[in-house]
């Protein structure tokens, strides 16, 4: 058995505050635990489901302004009343109609309501279905997204089922919503009833011990909860959308399974090799813990680009995300580390893997297929170098087709009751009443607005148009202009700017599905640069802080955005294009929601560079130590290979949990980024990344000397110390039965 150094070196003043009372530490850790549980209960109620409009743009303020003076104008709630073969005329569905229209004005909370049996013959048209059989009522429920859903559940189980001659169902954009936040509720909970024992089980064949499997749950367990009740703090001062729940959910849980991975593995490997347990502790802390630290911060810087953006969506997930990589990271140097103490080598206990594998008789070299494997690349460094890169680039060409749209409807099951009721308005009823693009005007004479009207009507994307609509004050008015094709197409799209340079006497401002995505898509291509810049130096500055090099930080950025190519091509190929729809149980629209590409990109992006992190940092540590290029990337590979796959594996099967979700954007999220972190892992950090190493050599390490006196300063080094007895020897072999087979 290898002996320990002579002269273990002295723990830092971190190390020795983490260690001192381990009993205190998991105390404190669990009574903030508790209280974290207690305030964060009710987050989801407090949260939206919106958030993709720019709150700075035109669409947005015409909205509002439409929504304060001219509340029937923009109606949120539909009542799709089917009459069957009787029709919509017939005296007694007629009255009927009537008086569930005269019911739902008479609810607190309910204005502007309007019926296909009330409306002036010019609009009747556009409430009444070709067929005859179905009609529409309409209202606007005032107040917030919160509000709104409160006076949805109050009124809607009066208002659905049977009323005599007629079938009423709810729908409109409130609904919508309302039915999102509660199947997104729904979805996250049978999530993480899937993932949560599979996740178990992987940890348990991971490191054999039931002990050791346990800490990273445990760890991802204190992250969500502390990140629940951060969230639920946010939402006292801003929007928070209930989306970001799945992020806090598979983050949470990969994050803390990818630290405490990483900083258990490097301690069974101390305690392997003799070290005293407090030592170990120690020495695990100054090299997997500053690992951990540096990629929780690139993670988070990730994140924290999404900030930039107006939108609330993605602002959300930018909250979420900072919170449980910190959160994450922190339970994994101060819990972690304070339980590693107090089990030592009971780390060990309960390795189930001996009840399905017999004990080797002669023990086996830790990662060595991993460094037969990473030989056999570098060997062929070019061959695996080029392959690799074009056949990325190749996954990801479906992407340059992309078209981007708004979230609607149809990211509802079609059995959801409010999908039902908006795709018999989409297949039933004339024209495209939910892709209506509003005109709110200033101040204008009859003669002057009769002549906008005719000019509007004369455009060649235009179907109809109706109004002017005065308002009360007479101060304002809006015209409703309904275009030909697709409610979000490129010809409404195109229509929404013809709309913006038509010269009229008075003021004008354009809203409605087409206009608020132009708006959103102006507002992301203003932002994104900047967005792209931060997260490009921030990570360039950290991974030099890491390493030392000048390369390897360029390498880091190109090879962790060529391991995306995959995730955005699929997002195009499955949920834009819909092959595979029947199988994932979704609706394609044609398009992909503007803020998702975005989204995905940071949680992506964030995620490979935690794992170049871990790589890396093993690598430059045996660089470090032996000066020799070749070996060091081999020994990094070996050594964290089967780490990384093992922590990709597992976090896209947390991943994959939340895609079974039943809304499309959480699927494409959860199973956009599986598909990221499984080709990141698999193929960029296994294949491609040792070829681009040997192919520069030791050039890898070059810095110029200011850079280089900047890093000997500031960067990330781990003090003068005896070689690490598990390292020393490239051909030492550490017994199975205590060293993880990762």
Partial sequence: MPTAPASPPEQGGFARLVTARPRLSLLIALVVTALAVFAGSGVADRMGSGGWEDPAAESTYATEVLEREFPDSEPNVLLLVDSGEAGVDDPAVAAEGRRLAAALAAEDGVTGVGSYW??????????????GRQALISARIEGDEK?????????????RGEHGPVEVSVGGPVAVQHEMTETIQEDLLRAEMIALPITLVLLVMVFG????????????????????????????????????????TALGLGLAIDYALFIVRRFREELAAGVEVRAAVGTT???????????????????????????????????????????????????????????????NALDLRRLWRRERATPREPGAGWGRATALVMRRAPVFAIATTAGLLLLGMPFLGAEFGTPDDRQLPASAESHVVQQHIREGFPGSPDGALKVLAGPGGAEEYAAYRTRVAELPGVLRVEGPVPSASGGSAYFTVLPKGEAVGGQAQQLVHELREQKAPFDTSVTGRAAQLEDSKAAIGERLPWALAIIAVVTLLLVFLLTGSVLIPLQAVLLNGLSLTAMFGAMVWVFQEGHLSGLLGFTPTGDIETTLPVLMFCVAFGLSMDYGVFLLSRIKEEYDRTGKHEHSVKFGLQRTGGLITAAAVILAVVMVAIGTSRVTNTKMLGLGIA????????IVRSLLVPAVLKLTGRWTWW????????????????????????????????????????
């Fill in 675 to 682: 598909l990221a972190v499984l080709m990141d892992a698999m």
């Fill in 209 to 248: 011990s039931a002990v050791a499997a346990l800490l990273p749950l445990l760890v991802g367990i204190v992250a969500i909860l502390g990140t629940n009740a951060v969230l639920r703090g946010i939402t006292e001062f801003t929007d928070v959308s209930v989306f970001a729940m799945n992020l806090t």
């Fill in 147 to 159: 509000t709104a859903a409160a006076t949805l559940e109050r009124i809607a189980p009066e208002l």
């Fill in 118 to 131: 009330q409306a002036p013959a010019e609009a009747r048209a556009a409430l009444r279905a070709e067929d």
């Fill in 703 to 742: 810095a110029p000397g200011p850079l280089r006196r900047l890093h000997e300063r500031f960067g990330l080094r781990e003090g003068e110390r005896e070689p690490e007895p598990a390292a020393a020897d490239a051909g030492a072999k550490a017994p199975e039965r205590e060293v993880a087979g990762v």
């Fill in 285 to 347: 802390l100054r090299t997997a813990g500053r690992t951990v630290l540096f990629s929780a911060l690139t993670v988070a810087v990730s994140l924290a680009a999404m900030l930039l953006f107006p939108q609330y969506f993605l602002r959300s997930f930018a909250y979420a995300g900072i919170a449980v990589v910190l959160l994450a990271a922190a339970a994994a140097l101060v819990l972690l580390p304070a339980a590693l103490m107090l089990l030592g080598h009971r780390v």
